[in-house]
C-alpha cells in the first residue's frame, strides 16, 4: 500500500518555509534527516527571481535525502525534498503532484510559503506537517494556521535560535503551533512525529 | 473550532462544486476551464468567493447562469497571468545568441506569443528584434482571451515602480542600450514607444478551444502550459506543432519541458536548459 492509499499513515508530507537565514536553517535540519524518512517534504526558501538556486546542489550533495528543484505535473515521493523554484509559486495538487504558477506576488514573495502551505492543507488536510524557520517577512503565518485548522501539527523555530526571529515570531502568533522547538532538534522532532507507534 | 480531522467527504463536495461551476462556466460562456490544474483553478475560485462575500461554490453557479456579473471576475481571475519585461534574463540572452541567427535566414519573420496576458513578453521581444536589426521584417501576433489583458497590452503603459526591475532584467538579457530608450516616463507610469508597436497584432485566440492561429516562423509561449493539465498541454503543443513552418521555433517557460509530449519527436532540443525547440524540416504532420 502506498502512503497515499494506507489509511493507518498518520502523515502524507511534510511542508517548510524559510526566509533571511534559511539557506544555514535548512542546511541543519535537512542534513539530519535519515535516506529512510518517510514523508515528501515541500520547501519554499525566498530567493530572488534570477537566483541560480545554489542552495538546492549543495543541499543534494550533502544530505542523505535527494534534493531537487520541483518540477510541474511531479508526483511527490518520499526520499525527496522539491524545492520550490525561483519566481514561481508551488502548489501540491490533491492527487500528490505539484504544480507551479506565476501569480501575484504574496506578502512580497514569489515563491510565497502562504501560497504552498494553502495548498498543502486543502491537499493533506490532517496528514500534514507545516514548518516555519527564519526570516524577516509574515510569508507563513496564514499558512501555517490554516495547517493547523485542517488539524495537521504545526511547528515553529524558537525565535531565539533564528538568524531573524520575525518571521517564526509572527508564525507563532498567528497560528499558535503545537510545538516551538530550537533549531537544532527540528529534525529529531519530524522524526519523533513519523515514528510507528 | 475543530482541531478536526478534515472529513474527505467534505473535500469531495466542494470539488464536486467547483467541477459544476466549470462546467457551467463553459456551457454558458464557452470558456473551458475544465482542464486546467485544479488546485490553481480552487485557489483562485475560493479566493473570488472570500472576496464576493458568497458562502459557497454553489452560489457562484447560481450567479454565473443568471448572467451576473461575477462571470467578468472569474474569467478575469482564472485567465490573468502575471508577467514582467526580460523575465528570465537568461532566456532572452539565448533568443540573441542561438535564434536570431535562425531568424536573419528569413526574408519575412512571423512570430505568435500565445497567451500574451498583458504585453509584457512582446514588448521584450520587439526590442530585442529591433536591437537584432530584425524588427523591420517581423510580424508578431500577440493572442490571448483575456478582453482586458489585451486592451492593456494594447496601451503599452506600464507602472513606474516595475521600471527598476524591468530595467535590470533588460541589462542582464544582453540589452545593448538603455533600457530608458524605449519608454517615456509620466507621473507613475512608462509608456513603451509607438515605434516598437507598429510590428505587433493583437487578437483575440482561447488555446483551449481554437486550433491554429497563423502559419509562423516562431512561437513563445512561457508559462501559460503550467495551468493546464497534461491532456490540454498536449492539445496545445499538438496545434503548436501544426502552426510551424518546418524550421521553425517554440520557446516554452523554463519548468516546462516538450519532452513530455507526443509532439515531442516533431523536434530538436536547441537548448534544454532554456526550452527553446526547433520544428524538424522532415516532420511529415
Known amino acids: ?197 | 473550532m475543530t482541531t478536526g480531522n478534515q472529513k474527505p467527504k467534505d473535500t469531495d463536495n466542494l470539488n464536486i462544486e467547483i467541477r459544476l461551476l466549470l462546467e457551467a462556466i463553459y456551457l454558458k460562456y464557452g470558456y473551458d476551464f475544465r482542464d486546467y490544474s485544479f488546485a490553481h483553478i480552487k485557489r483562485r475560485i475560493l479566493h473570488r468567493m472570500n472576496l464576493a462575500g458568497l458562502p459557497n461554490v454553489l452560489s457562484m453557479v447560481e450567479k454565473v447562469l443568471a448572467g451576473h456579473d461575477l462571470i467578468q471576475h472569474l474569467l478575469s481571475d482564472l485567465s490573468i497571468n502575471v508577467t514582467e519585461m526580460f523575465r528570465d534574463p537568461e532566456f532572452f540572452k539565448k533568443v540573441r545568441s542561438e535564434v536570431a541567427p535562425i531568424l536573419q535566414t528569413y526574408p519575412h519573420i512571423n512570430i505568435w506569443h500565445a497567451g500574451c496576458a498583458t504585453g509584457e513578453e512582446v514588448y521584450s521581444m520587439a526590442i530585442l528584434l529591433h536591437e537584432e536589426d530584425l524588427l523591420r521584417r517581423s510580424q508578431l501576433y500577440a493572442t490571448d482571451f483575456n478582453n482586458m489583458a489585451l486592451r492593456k497590452a494594447k496601451e503599452a503603459v506600464y507602472p513606474i515602480s516595475a521600471i527598476k526591475e524591468y530595467t535590470v532584467n533588460y541589462q542582464k538579457s544582453g540589452g545593448k542600450a538603455s533600457f530608458s530608450d524605449y519608454y517615456t516616463a509620466r507621473y507613475n507610469s512608462a509608456m513603451i514607444h509607438n515605434n516598437l508597436k507598429n510590428n505587433v497584432v493583437f487578437a483575440m485566440h482561447n488555446l483551449a478551444i481554437e486550433g491554429p492561429f497563423a502559419e509562423v516562423h516562431m512561437i513563445v509561449c512561457r508559462n501559460v502550459l503550467i495551468y493546464f493539465n497534461r491532456a490540454l498541454q498536449n492539445k496545445v503543443i499538438g496545434t503548436f506543432t501544426e502552426s510551424l513552418l518546418p524550421g521553425g521555433i517554440l520557446c516554452l517557460g523554463s519548468k516546462e519541458d516538450l519532452q513530455f509530449s507526443e509532439y515531442f519527436r516533431f523536434f530538436a532540443t536547441v537548448d534544454p536548459a532554456h526550452k527553446i525547440y526547433r520544428k524538424k524540416y522532415d516532420s511529415t504532420y
Open chain 1, 1 to 197: 500500500m502506498t502512503a497515499h492509499t494506507d489509511t493507518r499513515v498518520k502523515f502524507k508530507a511534510v511542508v517548510m518555509g524559510s526566509s533571511a537565514g534559511g539557506m544555514d536553517a535548512l542546511t541543519e535540519v535537512l542534513s539530519r534527516l535519515p535516506a529512510g524518512f518517510p514523508l515528501p517534504i515541500l520547501v519554499v526558501q525566498h530567493v530572488s527571481p534570477i537566483s541560480e538556486n545554489y542552495l538546492v546542489k549543495h543541499l543534494d550533495s550533502i544530505c542523505k535525502l535527494n534534493v531537487k528543484e520541483a518540477d510541474e505535473k511531479e508526483q511527490i515521493k518520499c526520499g525527496t525534498v522539491y524545492f520550490a523554484p525561483p519566481n514561481y509559486h508551488l502548489l501540491v495538487e490533491e492527487d500528490g503532484s505539484l504544480s507551479l504558477s506565476v501569480e501575484q506576488r504574496v506578502n512580497y514573495s514569489r515563491p510565497s510559503i502562504d501560497v504552498l502551505f494553502d495548498s498543502a492543507a486543502i491537499a493533506f488536510g490532517a496528514k500534514l506537517i507545516g514548518v516555519i524557520l527564519t526570516g524577516a517577512n509574515n510569508d507563513g503565518s496564514n499558512g501555517l494556521l490554516k495547517i493547523k485548522e485542517a488539524g495537521g501539527i504545526a511547528i515553529v523555530q524558537t525565535p531565539s535560535t533564528a538568524y531573524v526571529d520575525s518571521m517564526p515570531l509572527a508564525a507563532i502568533q498567528k497560528a499558535d503551533p503545537q510545538f516551538v522547538v530550537p533549531l537544532s532538534q527540528i529534525a529529531g522532532k519530524l522524526i519523533e512525529l513519523c515514528s510507528v507507534e
